[in-house]
């Protein structure tokens, strides 16, 4: 293992490239971040964001969020946005623009019972 910060640690990329941050020992993951409860969130922000986002745990509940006070949470698939909570906490399925906090716009098919 390669330590590129300092004695203590903190940041080891091993020899075949897992990238470790609050640890030394990999559990087969390619990035693996460690550290006390509620406190090991990967932080995202971009040039003009003034807060960004982060995704974590804390306790057992993985948590994502997103920090700015107009932002959405998005979720898609395929390169679409499948599902939105915008920032009044209006949850859209299918829609991008919620008026309550459950609007959907689906058709659901299945197997005849």
Known sequence: MANLSNINNKFLVTTTG???IGQTANNGNRLQ???ADGASYIYLKTDVATTGGRIGFNSDDLR???QQASGNLSL???GT???RI???GYVGISISNPSDYY???L???GPAE
């Open 76 to 78: 898609g698939t395929v």
């Open 18 to 20: 897992e990238v470790l």
């Open 103 to 105: 609007a959907k716009n």
């Open 81 to 83: 946005e499948r599902m």
């Open 64 to 66: 994502v969020f997103n």
């Open 107 to 109: 058709v659901v098919t």
């Open 33 to 35: 971040i460690t550290g």
């Open 86 to 88: 915008d920032s009044s």
